[in-house]
């Protein structure tokens, strides 16, 4: 459980960015073409020139349970027919990997045809993966990816337009909006992250370390002055490891428009989910999440060279060794914000790693403030068990991600209150005394901290109980957007009164503006986007707001999270303004590149307004939670549009 865990954590940092590249290795050359031989019909032609010094393994073959080679396409609506078709005889081998087992692969070029039947409408290109296999002598690749995008004689040309020539949010009538992209705000998130680490200072596996670190620097060197320096010197390498952590994120080709989707990939979600719940029984006490030992015990070994040297050494053990207090807070921080960017989480990251090395060096400066220092005790054993809560209630907010994005309806507004409701309780019971764990201690008096967390989360579950009523009372303005949407995702039937947008459709609100004369808003949303509920759930309820939106709008919710997979004749790929090739097979994939190409962001909510001819009226608008500079905006839009009617 304990690797388990470790590697759960690990992939917060690493895995994120092999899912936004693919670093698997191919041979170069593939040609694939297409020809047609029926109605609905067709042949794939798979030929590889010259292989070099590889073997590729020849087609239907099972080795290990595993196919030598194999189609997949993105809908279901293209099926091949029978097996692969082989253009001329492999050679036949007796394989050292599978002991003299007789296997077939190609040498010198390769090539094979497949036979495929579409049903319904043909598009005029077909996306697909051809996994194959290679190797040589005792290398082994099965399943190597060769993505290819092939033209189909008589198939409907995709309906899907991205860059839209007309639109130039550069250049709008009436210069209102937002300059450039949203303020990701960069020193909210820093001293989110200096939170953090100051929650992390006082669980059991940092805070002893202080006083015996501090006492260690100041009475080893026989010069004061030197050694208040150490101490400084290893706070800043304590900041600066932190630091360190996120240059994988700033090295990989990573696009923002990837790490906007981490926060609403499903799989991820629950796979945060999984990750939560393992921190929340780590601090619950049921084993402790810890990176390998050998790791800890070389950096230790590393801490008596040189005097810089060792230092470093010194904080990367501490790193390592309060792994498991430390992991779950600075994972939670940077899981929170890893949509936003490489640069939004080193500035995170910093803050945590300052909270937690800023210490060392103020009590070496000032050694009398370590009398003032609470004991080690029960208290901290405390603290990691409301944390764990906490990870619990986080991580129910990532399945509600999840459940968001694919419409299961398993967490409605009401259960996700509930569930919070719930930890709430709990939490009180454990401070209370009431609720323990096999390693926690028995409450013998109450302090007066305990007594104030006890009513601050006390408080916090009194205010989220109205929450599961039917009543006005249940909006919690306070968590808004963090529960799913009241109006549309609810156990009670959806408020009648709740203004509705068109979903998806921008081409049927393109049609219905020109016809009532009316500008397009565009919603730029998604199911999991935590800041647009806040808008439809604060902002749109406005009188003003309302109105505008009902009255003078075509207002069209575009959705960049979601997962439906578009009609076979309207997936493509698209050549984007940076010349690298998209493929567009999902509605969210249409829209979030929509948005990327037109309107230069990747965060939601983003709102555009612009004419039935796709002429941009004003500049965008981003997250803007005060209702009367939200409408000031329409109506700058509204005004740009009568203005050009009257020319």
């Known amino acids: 459980m304990q690797k388990l865990a470790a590697l759960l954590f690990v992939f917060i940092f690493s895995g994120i960015s092999s899912f936004a590249q693919d670093s698997t290795n191919s ?17 794939l032609l798979f030929n590889l020139p010259t292989v070099a010094k590889w073997q590729v393994y020849a087609p239907n073959q099972v080795l290990l ?50 036979l495929i039947r579409i049903e319904g409408t043909v598009p005029a290109k077909l996306q697909g993966t051809l996994l194959y296999t290679y190797g040589r002598d005792n290398e082994f690749y099965p399943s190597t990816p060769l993505p290819f995008v092939v033209e189909l004689e008589g198939g409907v040309q995709a309906s899907t337009s991205i860059k839209i020539a007309s639109l130039d949010i550069n250049k709008p009538v009436n210069d209102c909006g937002d300059e450039g992209t949203e303020n990701k705000s960069m020193l909210s998130i820093f001293l989110l992250g200096f939170l953090g680490g100051l929650v992390a200072l006082l669980t059991p596996c940092v805070f002893p370390m202080v006083p015996v670190t ?33 240059i994988p994120f700033h090295l990989a080709n990573i696009s923002p428009e990837i790490l906007n989707n981490i926060s609403t ?92 090395g800023l210490p060392f060096a103020l009590f070496a400066m000032f050694p009398n403030w370590l009398q003032s220092l609470p004991k080690s005790g029960g208290w901290m054993t405390d603290v990691k068990v409301v944390l764990g809560f906490v990870e619990l209630a986080l991580a ?101 009164n709740l203004f509705e947008p068109m979903h998806n459709n921008y081409a049927e609100a393109l049609a219905l503006a020109k016809k009532e004369n009316k500008p397009v808003l565009i919603d730029f949303t998604g199911w999991a986007c935590v800041n647009c509920r806040r808008m439809e759930e604060n902002v749109w309820p406005d009188p003003l707001v309302d109105s505008l939106m009902r009255k003078e709008f075509i207002v069209v919710s575009l959705y960049v999270d979601e997962r439906s997979k ?41 709102y555009a307004i612009i004419t039935p001819d796709q002429v941009a009226l004003t500049r965008t608008k981003f997250y803007t939670p005060n209702a009367e500079e939200f409408a000031a905006w329409l109506e700058c839009g509204l005004e740009a549009f009568r203005k050009g009617n009257n020319r």
């Open 265 to 356: 990939n499903v799989w991820l979600n629950l796979l945060f989910f999984a990750v939560f719940v393992t921190f929340a029984l780590s601090f619950f006490g049921l084993f402790e999440i810890g990176l390998p030992a050998g790791l800890a015990n070389k950096a230790d070994s590393k801490s008596g060279m040189g005097n810089i040297g060792g230092i470093f050494f010194m904080a990367a053990t501490l790193a390592i060794v309060s792994f498991s207090c430390t992991g779950p807070i600075l994972g939670t921080l940077l899981v929170g914000v890893v949509d936003q960017g490489a640069w939004p989480l080193t500035a995170g990251a910093a803050g945590f790693g300052l909270a937690l």
């Open 396 to 496: 129910v907010k990532f399945l509600s991600n999840a459940d968001l994005v694919k419409q299961w309806g398993l967490l409605k507004r009401e259960v996700f209150i509930g569930l919070w409701v719930i930890i709430g309780i709990l939490i009180v019971l454990y401070l209370s005394g009431k609720l323990r764990f096999a390693h926690s201690s028995p409450v013998k008096k109450f302090s007066f901290t305990r007594i104030a967390f006890i009513v601050l989360f006390a408080s916090i579950t009194l205010y989220l109980i109205p929450g599961l009523t039917n009543t006005s009372w249940a909006r919690l303005k306070l968590i808004s957007g963090f529960p799913p949407p009241r109006g549309t995702y609810s156990l009670y039937n959806q408020d009648k």
């Open 214 to 246: 501090v006492t260690f620097f100041t009475k080893k060197s026989q010069d004061r002055r030197k050694g208040i320096s150490n101490a400084v010197l290893y706070g800043f390498f304590i900041f600066l490891i932190y630091i360190l952590i996120t």
């Open 65 to 114: 349970d595993i196919k030598t080679t194999e189609l997949q396409f993105s809908d279901s609506s293209v099926q091949q027919q029978g097996e692969f078709i082989l253009n001329e005889a492999p050679l036949e081998i007796s394989s050292p990997i599978f002991e003299g087992t007789k296997i077939k692969v190609y040498e010198g070029k390769a090539g094979w045809k497949a």
């Open 27 to 43: 041979i170069p050359g593939w040609k694939v073409e297409s020809r047609k031989t029926g109605e609905g019909s067709y042949e």
């Open 566 to 606: 578009l009609p076979l004749a309207e997936q493509s790929t698209v050549t984007l303004d940076n010349g690298t090739e998209k493929p567009i097979i999902t509605v969210g994939d249409k829209w979030a590149t929509f948005q990327t190409e037109n309107f230069n962001a990747t965060s939601q909510p983003q």
